[in-house]
Each structure stands twice: as structure tokens, then as C-alpha cells.
DNA sequence: AATATCTTGCAGTCG
DNA sequence: GCAAGATATT
């Protein structure tokens, strides 16, 4: 047996991870260093030389990207495909035995995936049919409360008030959305791991075949499991499997939605004799972002230690860049990934990274207007987008006619004469009688619609049924395609005027070029391809979309860039404030979180880290001010270049920073207009100050002064005599 | 009931 | 600065 591919390249503490014998293991694996790489080895080395037979291995990940790169992995390292291994997504997994055992779980055959957007509507319609005020029970707040109680594996009849009349009500709530997803046939992405574990505490037979058949089951980032997940894990093992728990707790960034880091010090329990490998050695950053990284998350309490070294040598200092305000900051990037680009580098190796999603739009609009080609990860995606939704709704209902969610979605879209009132009746109707409002809409709300209501109600479901027969027996695409026409989608949106009907109708055929390309996994062959694409559809989102091959700059949250490299990263928009996020700021193990999402991002730079932030930026229409960001001052003077494009002589008295800037005459060159952004001015009354922002030219000019006693001030050009310094 | 216009809340991160 | 929801208008 020749061993050497598995082995080859792999370090001690790698190899001793791979070969060890079939025990429980927990690898506390640094950024870097090679821990999807550990796994895909171990899970080539128990195949290849311990025999294992790949039925006998489950695999489990975070993300789709991860687990369809990790069986790519595991398929080239072993030259051969591996279809009956197991590899998947908790959801994914969770959704695929739900699938197998959907009696033994109680779900309807047909039961559908709701995303948390769906969830939400569900839980809004939900409140203001208990005729109870919205300000009081904020929907996202409910929705909030019962997806943190799935996530501890906690139902509704099993909780206790405690006596508090607020609690009480939240669970009463939670019972109720519960009783709308039973009755429609809706499963949370929560729901989907809380039955799946539910289905094996139930069902001990069931149970047993997986812990026969599952003896080692291998996870991807360990401290991100939540509560469910642990114990889905924890009754899978049994007292026979053995589980490889790979993870890092430095890098747990999902506490919000209910990640546990303790799981991995939890294992350690729950497995006394497991062994303990660190991986240290960081194969992917130069000495001086890798000092960066550790520097700053050396402020968090708590950590199970380990600190990450490599042999690289010290590369270029990390590069923070002081921008006046976003568009500066998106401008100064843009330079820089010109340069780059010029130096005959890829622009697929550029990663633009940030707090929150709404930040890439100023990148989107620098981007266009330097023609640089770009590619935004996450945001809207493409399953998320409205006419997306509203076909959807009509496939669904199609599959499933209890899906209220979808059918009140689109019961008057396009508008067919039901208006707000009908449908009102009809929902009522169908919760006191406890039935789906497809149902009450049969009987016309039990005959209290008027004749004109009850004609259109009627028509909208002989619609239906007619597109689910016309389409009976087509391809896939072609089943798509139809219904989007059948449906009266189509027209509608041409009817909407502009460039947005246009996008829409472009949607929609993309929709069905989808449909036509789509390939189920080997957990979606079991099932009828409408089933699939649509189960598809709400655990992938459309994630990857965009073209793949063109040569682009990347951007995506910190969030969506974990597990990810790339040879020059640009963090952006790094103030306080907004990272760390001002919700997290006050709560201790939230800003804590925060660093870890900071040292993410450090991180994934290879050779040249950029890290911005603004003074001043726009957000939700108007300006706010923000000190550079705590975590910046985290990382040590001597790793550091600061960039400045000021011209200014004399340091700027309200920036707090005390390094030493370096001066960029270049950088600051912006148009030709007389005032510059940065320019340090004096004011016969205001005293001097820094310009911030302008608007139009000549006399009629406004400039935004920043004055270091008198503060923020807009100031006419004409009028002000302002001298320059 | 449909459409036009105004107001409000939003955007913190994911499957 | 935008989209969904509320309100006004037809």
C-alpha cells in the first residue's frame, strides 16, 4: 500500500492527526494551518488504509462551499469518486433523514423549507392575526426568541414561564408559529436539526442503524456547533462511534445564532480519553500579519491557547489607511488594486472585506466607474429576490397546496381581484377550523365570501390546478418555465415600467435556465426533482451564481470569508462602531466575538494586508463620525505603516491616532477642484479645521469643515473666506 | 379593489 | 438611500 500521497507534505503534527488510531480526536487547529487539509487526509487515510468503507464515514461542515470542497478533496486525493460518503451540511444532512424517515418524523411527504425571510412573514401575519400590537411583539424579536429556543432543543409545551407574563406570551407565540408550520407543511432551517434529533430520540431503531452504520463521524468547525447540533452529534456517536472534531476557538464568530465555543471543552468531557492535537504551524500569512493577528486576539479572556508561528518571513507591514469619508476609503482601494492588477497580478486574488453587507455598495459604484470586475458574495441572493420568491411560491403550491406561507404570497399576484378583506375571511376561516387556508378557500371561507370574492378565489384555484396538470410529467425546466407564464408572473412584470421590470423578467429566465441546469446531489436523487430544486433553492440560496472563471476582486463579509485566503486582503470600514458593531460594543463576550471576527479577517491575508477606516460615512442617508477602530490599535506600532494622504504640515488635532504618518503626495490628488478633501482651512470665526466633504464647484461650493473647537460645519464658498493652510 | 404617493423602518453576521 | 408597508386617491 502506498501511503505517500496521503502522508506527503504533511507535518508532525498533521501526519500524527491523520494516522491516529480509530479514537476520539479534537484538533485545535489555528487559522492557516492546514485543518480542512487534516481532514480531507483522514478521512483518504481511514478509506484507504484502515478500510473503512466510505459508508461507514459521515462528514460534517458548516457551508455548502465547504463540503462540496471537501469531497472534491477527498475524490482527487483518492482518484477515485466517493458518492455513497457521506458529506454534507448539518442542514443539509438533517434535511436529507428527514426526507428518508418523514413519517416516522411526522412531516407530510412534501414538506418545504421555509428561509428566515419566510419565517419572518409567517410570524408578522402571525401577530397581527392575534390582533396583538407590533411595537409590543417586534416580529424579529419573536422570531429571534424561538429560533434561540430550537436551537437549545427546547419546544414550546416543554418551557416554563417563570411566572413572567412577557415569557408566557413569547411562548405562546412560539406554539402558535409552530402550529402555522405544522398545519402548512414548513420547516425553519432550526426545525430542520431539532427533528432530526427529535427523529433519533423517538425512533431507537432508526437511531441504531445510523450509530452501526456512522463509526466515525468527522467535523469542520467544531466551535461553531450549537446546543442541537452537540447533542445531534453526541447521540450519533453513541457509545461506539468516534468522533474527529477539527475547530478553532478563536475563530467562533456565530455566537448570535447560538454557536457554543464551550463544545469543544465540552467534548473533552464527554470523551475523557480523547486526544488532543494543536496545529500551530500557519502555512498562509507572512510573519508580520501572522504577529498582527495573534497581537490582537491575545486580548481575549479564556482561550484554550495555542499560538499560532510560521516559518515565513516578515513581508510587507499591514497597511492602515486614514480615509476622510467611504468614498475616499473605496477610492484609495480602487488605486491600490489598480497598482496591483498593473504589477501583472489576478484580481481574483483581492478580497475586499467588511462589518456588514450594505457596506460593498460604495465599492460596487468605484468598481463600475473604474471598470475594475468584481464579485459580491452574500447580500440579496439570487433565490432571496422578490419574483424569485413569488415563482417559487407558485411551484410550491403546486407541490404542496397547505404551504399558506406561499399561498398568501401570491393568492393576488398578479392582482386578480382579492384584495386585502377576502383574504382576511379566508384566513380566519382557516385557523378556526384548524385547517390549511388552501382548504378554506375550497368552500369560499365556508360560503361567507360574496359572489364577486368568492368567483376570483375560485379562479385562482382552478389556476393552480391547472398548472399543476398542464405541467405534470415535463422536465424540470420546462415545469418552470410554464408556470412563471401560466402564472401571469411574466406579464405582470413587463408591465412594470423601467429598468426593474426588465431586471425581473431577466430573474426569471435565469430562473429556469437554473431549473435546466440543475443537478441534484446524491441526497436530492432520492426525490422528485421539483421536490429537490426546491429544497435546493432554500438551503443553497443561489449562492454561486456569478461566473466563476472571471477574473475578479472578491467581496464578501468577514463573516462569509472564514475558511478562505487570498494574497492581498483589504478590511474596510474597520471603526468603532461599526467594527466592533455598536450592538456588541457594551456586552463584554460580544466584543470578544468581534475580535475573533477581527482576527478572521487578519487571518486570510497571505502576503499584503490593507486595513481602512473612515472618519466620516454615510449610512442609512446621513453622515456619522467614527474613531478608527479599537482593534487597530490592538495590533503593535512596529507592525504597522500608516497611510495618510494629508497634505497638511501639522497633524490634525482631532485625530487621536499618534503614529507617525507617512506622507503620500500623490494620494490625495483628487480632480482639480480648488479645495482638496483633507485640506486644513481657517475660518475668521470657526478657527481652523479640516475640510471633510464638498459639493458642486465655483463659488456656489459647499465644503463640509470639520473645526477642531467648533466641530462639523457645512460653509458656503463664497461666503465663508476661508484661508487656506 | 387597484394604483399612486407618502412614511417608516431598516442593515449585523448565516444555513 | 432603499424597499416594504401604510395611507390617500381614483
Not at 434535511?95 to 412534501?110: F, K
Not at 416580529?139 to 414561564?161: S, W
Not at 482561550?303 to 480615509?323: F, H, M, Q, S, V
Not at 413587463?494 to 435556465?513: C, F, H, M, S, Y
Request: aromatic letters at 8%; one cysteine or more.
Amino acid at each position: 500500500m502506498d501511503v505517500t500521497p496521503i502522508l506527503d507534505g504533511l507535518n508532525d503534527a498533521q501526519r500524527q492527526a491523520v494516522t491516529a488510531a480509530a479514537e476520539p480526536m479534537l484538533v485545535l487547529a489555528g487559522a492557516g494551518s492546514g485543518k480542512t487539509r487534516v481532514l480531507v487526509h483522514r478521512i483518504a487515510w481511514l478509506i484507504e488504509v484502515e478500510r473503512v468503507s466510505p459508508l461507514g464515514i459521515l462528514a460534517v461542515t458548516f457551508t455548502n462551499k465547504a463540503s462540496a470542497e471537501m469531497r472534491a478533496r477527498i475524490e482527487t486525493l483518492l482518484n477515485m469518486p466517493v458518492g455513497n460518503l457521506w458529506v454534507g451540511t448539518f442542514h443539509g444532512l438533517a434535511h436529507r433523514l428527514l426526507r428518508r424517515h418523514y413519517q416516522e418524523a411526522q412531516l407530510p411527504q412534501g414538506f418545504q423549507i421555509i428561509d428566515s425571510d419566510d419565517q419572518l412573514r409567517i410570524i408578522k401575519r402571525m401577530i397581527k392575526g392575534l390582533e396583538l400590537d407590533e411595537t409590543a411583539w417586534v416580529p424579529r424579536e419573536v422570531q429571534y426568541f424561538i429560533n434561540a429556543q430550537k436551537d437549545e432543543g427546547r419546544r414550546a409545551a416543554n418551557m416554563d414561564d417563570r411566572g413572567d407574563y412577557s415569557r408566557a406570551q413569547m411562548i405562546k407565540l412560539y406554539q402558535s408559529y409552530q402550529d402555522i408550520c405544522e398545519r402548512s407543511g414548513l420547516v425553519d432551517f432550526a426545525e430542520l436539526l431539532l427533528r432530526a434529533h427529535e427523529l433519533w430520540l423517538k425512533n431507537p431503531d432508526i437511531l441504531g442503524h445510523y450509530q452501526r452504520r456512522f463509526q466515525h463521524v468527522l467535523v469542520d468547525e467544531f466551535q461553531d456547533t450549537n446546543t442541537i447540533q452537540y447533542a445531534w452529534l453526541r447521540v450519533l456517536t453513541g457509545k461506539t462511534g468516534i468522533p474527529f472534531a477539527v475547530g478553532d476557538d478563536d475563530q467562533s464568530i456565530y455566537g448570535w445564532r447560538g454557536a457554543r465555543g464551550e463544545n469543544m471543552q465540552r467534548l473533552q468531557t464527554d470523551f475523557p480519553g480523547i486526544s488532543l492535537i494543536k496545529l500551530e504551524q500557519n502555512y498562509r500569512s507572512t510573519a508580520n500579519i501572522l504577529n498582527a493577528a495573534n497581537a490582537v486576539i491575545d486580548n481575549n479572556a479564556g482561550r484554550l491557547g495555542k499560538k499560532l508561528w510560521t516559518d515565513d518571513n516578515e513581508g510587507d507591514p499591514i497597511r492602515i489607511y486614514n480615509a476622510y469619508n467611504e468614498r475616499d476609503e473605496a477610492e484609495f482601494i480602487t488605486a491600490r488594486i489598480q497598482d496591483w492588477v498593473a504589477q501583472g497580478n489576478a484580481r481574483a486574488d483581492i478580497a475586499i472585506l467588511y462589518r456588514s453587507n450594505a457596506q460593498s455598495r460604495v465599492f460596487e459604484e468605484a468598481f463600475f466607474q473604474n471598470s475594475v470586475p468584481y464579485r459580491v458574495y452574500g447580500g440579496l441572493r439570487f433565490f432571496e429576490r422578490a419574483e424569485i420568491k413569488d415563482a417559487m411560491g407558485y411551484l410550491r403550491l403546486i407541490q404542496n397546496r397547505d404551504d399558506d406561507a406561499s399561498f398568501e404570497r401570491i393568492i393576488n399576484l398578479p392582482t386578480r381581484g382579492i384584495g386585502a378583506a377576502t383574504i382576511t375571511i379566508i384566513r380566519d376561516c382557516a385557523r378556526a377550523n384548524a385547517t390549511p387556508m388552501w382548504h378554506a378557500a375550497l368552500s369560499s371561507a365556508g360560503g361567507q365570501l360574496s359572489a364577486r370574492a368568492a368567483n376570483a378565489v375560485q379562479t385562482f384555484l382552478a389556476l393552480i390546478e391547472k398548472i399543476d396538470e398542464d405541467t405534470q410529467g415535463l422536465d424540470l425546466h420546462e415545469q418552470v418555465n410554464r408556470t412563471i407564464n401560466q402564472s401571469g408572473l411574466i406579464a405582470h412584470y413587463k408591465k412594470e415600467k423601467g429598468e426593474r421590470g426588465e431586471a425581473r423578467i431577466e430573474n426569471l429566465d435565469e430562473l429556469v435556465t437554473a431549473a435546466e441546469g440543475f443537478e441534484p446531489d446524491d441526497a436530492e436523487l432520492e426525490l422528485p426533482p421539483l421536490m429537490a430544486f426546491l429544497a435546493h433553492a432554500a438551503l443553497e440560496a443561489g449562492d454561486d451564481q456569478a461566473d466563476k472563471w472571471e477574473d475578479c476582486v472578491q467581496m464578501m463579509t468577514l463573516h462569509s470569508a472564514k475558511g478562505l485566503e487570498f494574497p492581498l486582503v483589504f478590511m474596510a470600514g474597520v471603526e468603532e462602531g461599526l467594527f466592533p458593531h455598536k450592538r456588541s460594543i457594551n456586552d463584554p463576550s460580544g466584543l470578544e466575538e468581534e475580535r475573533r471576527l477581527c482576527y478572521v479577517g487578519i487571518t486570510r491575508a497571505m502576503q499584503q494586508l490593507y486595513i481602512s477606516h473612515a472618519e466620516q460615512r454615510r449610512m442609512w442617508g446621513s453622515e456619522t463620525y467614527a474613531q478608527a477602530s479599537r482593534f487597530i490599535n490592538e495590533i503593535p506600532a512596529e507592525l504597522v505603516e500608516d497611510i495618510r494622504p494629508k497634505i497638511a504640515v501639522s497633524p490634525p488635532a482631532f485625530n487621536s491616532s499618534n503614529r507617525q504618518a507617512v506622507r503620500r503626495p500623490n494620494a490625495a490628488t483628487r480632480s482639480d477642484a480648488p479645495i482638496k478633501l483633507g485640506q486644513r482651512v481657517s475660518h475668521a470665526k470657526f478657527g481652523e479645521g479640516v475640510v471633510m466633504n464638498y459639493e458642486g464647484a465655483g463659488p456656489h461650493a459647499r465644503v463640509q469643515v470639520n473645526f477642531e473647537y467648533e466641530g462639523m460645519k457645512w460653509l458656503v464658498m463664497s461666503y465663508a473666506k476661508l484661508e487656506l493652510l
